[in-house]
């Protein structure tokens, strides 16, 4: 492992997914997957997303557009989260969403906004009144 680009996609990681996310995975990290957990953080956070040839904002976009091909639902939920505090506004995700039904198929739109609204309410409930 290099420490360094792990210890750079541990800090990225976090900025992107927030700390409650990241301590999560990490504490809960054992003999049988730690090494996937520093290599989710090594290569996915400090190799990929360290690589500064594409922003931040830039990186959320193809992941939303990746991740719902996939229909990994969970996924997308984490990254449309990460989107929000990567800068993305509600119009360009509402934009990002609608490519994704055109292109990934109606259904896989259906789950995004529905994932997507799911934050949103989730985000507006949390805000202090």
């Known amino acids: 492992m290099d420490k360094e680009r792990h210890a750079k996609g541990l800090a990225v990681r976090r900025a992107v997914l927030g700390d409650e996310y990241v301590d999560r995975a990490t504490k809960s990290a054992d003999d049988f997957n730690r090494q996937f957990q ?3 953080s ?3 956070w400090g ?3 360290g ?6 904002k830039q990186r959320s976009i193809l992941n939303l557009g990746m991740i719902a091909a996939l229909g990994r639902m969970h ?5 449309f989260r990460g989107a929000i505090r ?3 506004t ?3 995700l509402r934009a990002i969403l609608t490519q994704i039904a055109v292109y990934c198929g109606i259904p896989a739109g259906v789950d995004c906004f529905r994932t997507a609204r799911k934050v949103l309410d989730e985000m507006k409930a949390a805000k202090p009144a």
């Open 75 to 79: 996924e997308f939920e984490l990254h």
């Open 38 to 40: 520093d290599m989710v």
């Open 51 to 56: 690589d500064d040839t594409l922003d931040r």
């Open 42 to 44: 090594e290569f996915c």
């Open 90 to 92: 509600r119009e360009e």
């Open 47 to 49: 190799e990929c997303w």
């Open 86 to 88: 990567n800068g993305l």
